[in-house]
């Protein structure tokens, strides 16, 4: 089914609609699931249903069409506050949240959702990339957070719980949304132009994770080249680390200037070393073999070097996550490769 445009996440949808109806909705919310699936829209068009002029808060059914709907569409609304990490920023100012030191406290997002709501009744305040709050910045949401203003709703995207300090989450009701089914991130693919051949968007939507984000992140045709280089790299009974580092970090580097575009390709990278491991892991445990048959042709001639040294592959699967962390952690491109792929030949 589909709210408002939104697909896959009606569990969440009647969960507030319960909650709605019940007039038990919490003041503050943590969204937590993978990047590109919809946190975001869904919370800009759950603001849509709370703050519609024509529709009650509990049908959870905003018409689109009043001033108030078309002012959240537009981003213009009086009473919707929305935050996010600039590109240039490893993480969300803090004058984001509370103004500069000239008007600390008098500004940013915490002064404004303190503020007497407009037209609207209520005020929404809606924080992306919750996953890049320092610490300071979360500190200045603790009072927002133990002390919510009347009528306000506070809510904070992030990808997992663990990323949020503890006093955040405390405070938060956890919303978990799950991958996107795979027909659905081919469906999305096809209905918005992003791909036009079915069997692409297929394709894509297949190694997405259940991401849409994940989907266009594979579009291009380098990464499919690279990607079976890099697996004929693992595949190898000894690998040379030092070459190998060389050759990822040309290709993270061919993403351009942008840190953020880098990150985003060596995110990439690690992600199919993830698969890897976990397909050799799963064949080496018994499970049958995988669809993907350039991926399986790889795995079996790593099976020819360790038919059943699982230990080792679990320590690289590890591994692989444990690098993958680091890159949220703004670790520094060139060490992060160099060890994570020594401590890949040395496991």
Not at 277 to 299: C, M, P
Request: hydrophobic share 40%; net charge neutral.
């Amino acid at each position: 089914m589909t709210w408002r445009g939104i697909e896959g996440h009606d569990e969440v949808v009647e969960q507030f609609r319960r909650a709605i109806g019940r007039r038990r909705l919490a003041s503050s919310f943590l969204f937590v699931g993978p990047a590109g699936i919809g946190k975001r829209t869904f919370a800009l068009k759950l603001a849509q249903a709370l703050l519609c002029s024509r529709r009650p808060d509990e049908a959870l059914d905003p018409c689109g069409q009043c001033p108030a709907c078309a002012q959240v569409a537009a981003a213009t609304h009086p009473d919707v506050e929305l935050v996010a990490k600039p590109d240039d920023k490893a993480s969300i100012p803090i004058e984001l949240l509370i103004g500069d030191k000239e008007h600390r406290g008098r500004e940013g997002l915490c002064h404004r959702i303190s503020r007497k709501p407009q037209p609207g009744g209520r005020k929404i305040a809606i924080i992306d990339d919750a996953d890049h709050l320092n610490p300071e910045g979360a500190n200045c949401l603790l009072k927002t957070l133990e002390e919510p203003p009347p009528r306000s709703l506070l809510i904070l995207i992030g990808t997992s719980p663990a990323k949020q300090l503890p006093t955040i989450r405390s405070r938060c009701q956890l919303v978990r949304f799950f991958p996107l089914p795979v027909d659905i991130v081919a469906g999305l693919l096809l209905a918005r132009g992003l791909v036009s051949d079915a069997a692409d968007a297929r394709r894509l939507a297949d190694f997405s994770g259940g991401s849409l984000q994940g989907a266009l992140e594979l579009g291009d045709e380098p990464f499919w080249d690279f990607r079976n280089q890099f697996y004929g790299k693992l595949a190898e009974p000894v690998l040379d680390s030092v070459r190998f580092s060389q050759t990822v970090s040309a290709f993270v580097d061919e993403a351009g200037k942008q840190a953020a575009a880098r990150r985003t390709r060596l995110r990439q990278v690690i992600n199919l070393a993830v698969e890897f491991y976990r397909r050799l892991l799963h064949i080496q445990s018994g499970a049958a073999a995988i669809d993907d048959t350039e991926l399986q042709r790889f795995v079996e001639r790593a099976l020819e070097h360790a038919p059943g040294d699982s230990r080792t592959t679990a320590a690289r699967l590890d591994r692989c996550l444990e690098a993958a962390g680091q890159i949220d952690r703004n670790a520094n491109q060139t060490t992060l490769i160099e060890t994570w792929l020594d401590d890949l030949a040395r496991a």
